[in-house]
T-cell receptor, first 113, second 111 residues
Framework: ETGVTQSPTHLIKTRGQQVTLRCSSQ?????VSWYQQALGQGPQFIFQ???????GRGNFPPRFSGLQFPNYSSELNVNALELDDSALYLC????????????FGPGTRLTVT | DQQVKQNSPSLSVQEGRISILNCDYT??????FLWYKKYPAEGPTFLIS?????DKNEDGRVTVFLNKSAKHLSLHIVPSQPGDSAVYFC??????????FGAGTILRVKS
């Protein structure tokens, strides 16, 4: 069984640029959630996708957007990067039905300069 | 407005003793709670969960207790081992599958 994978591992961008982060779900999982983890804090929910539709969104501006593909992999796009967007971005996959455990990937460390 | 709070930033325990990590929440609509463990350079790893209709769940060395009236959770690890040293996050399930996390507690188990 393949776990959740994310790419790239690290990324450095300049303020104002755009970035795309990628996630492959754990085999058999149909739901993907994205979280932002700033230094010294717990992960904060950005949004969730189920069957290619957004299924809940946290308190993040519209410049944070996402996609889920038919194979349940996902992308997180952030436009007009700001310095405060520097964080660890975590993807988690789960099953929509049944248990509520989410399984996390290793994350992408984004630095905005 | 922190709905899930882990008031102890760190905890140090001797190997073999019990580690107790605490978590408080404010939203009575939370119906499921989870604990995750995180090592450096890795994503959080699911540890144990508990439904709001239960007050205890046990899995090997790890037990989670839920006190709904006090809106309080605790995670017990016994006996503690050096490999348990990590950051522990308490999380609560909100609508859908959205998880609300606490800020984490760093556990150090000394050998």
């Amino acid at each position: 069984e393949t776990g959740v994978t994310q790419s790239p591992t690290h990324l450095i961008k300049t303020r104002g640029q755009q970035v795309t982060l990628r996630c492959s779900s754990q085999s058999g999982h149909n739901t993907v959630s994205w979280y932002q983890q700033a230094l010294g804090q717990g992960p904060q929910f950005i949004f969730q996708y189920y069957r290619e539709e957004e299924n809940g969104r946290g308190n993040f501006p519209p410049r944070f957007s996402g996609l889920q593909f038919p194979n349940y992999s996902s992308e997180l796009n952030v436009n007009a990067l700001e310095l405060d967007d520097s964080a660890l971005y975590l993807c988690a996959s789960s099953l929509r039905e049944g248990t509520y455990e989410q399984y996390f990937g290793p994350g992408t460390r984004l630095t905005v300069t | 407005d922190q709905q899930v709070k882990q008031n102890s930033p760190s905890l140090s325990v001797q190997e073999g003793r019990i580690s107790i990590l605490n978590c408080d929440y404010t939203n009575s609509m939370f119906d499921y709670f989870l604990w995750y463990k995180k090592y450096p350079a890795e994503g959080p790893t699911f540890l144990i969960s508990i439904s709001s209709i239960k007050d205890k769940n046990e899995d090997g060395r790890v037990t989670v207790f839920l006190n709904k009236s006090a809106k309080h959770l605790s995670l017990h690890i016994v006996p503690s081992q050096p490999g348990d040293s990590a950051v522990y996050f308490c999380a609560a399930k909100e609508y859908g599958n959205k998880l609300v996390f606490g800020a984490g507690t760093i556990l150090r188990v000394k050998s």
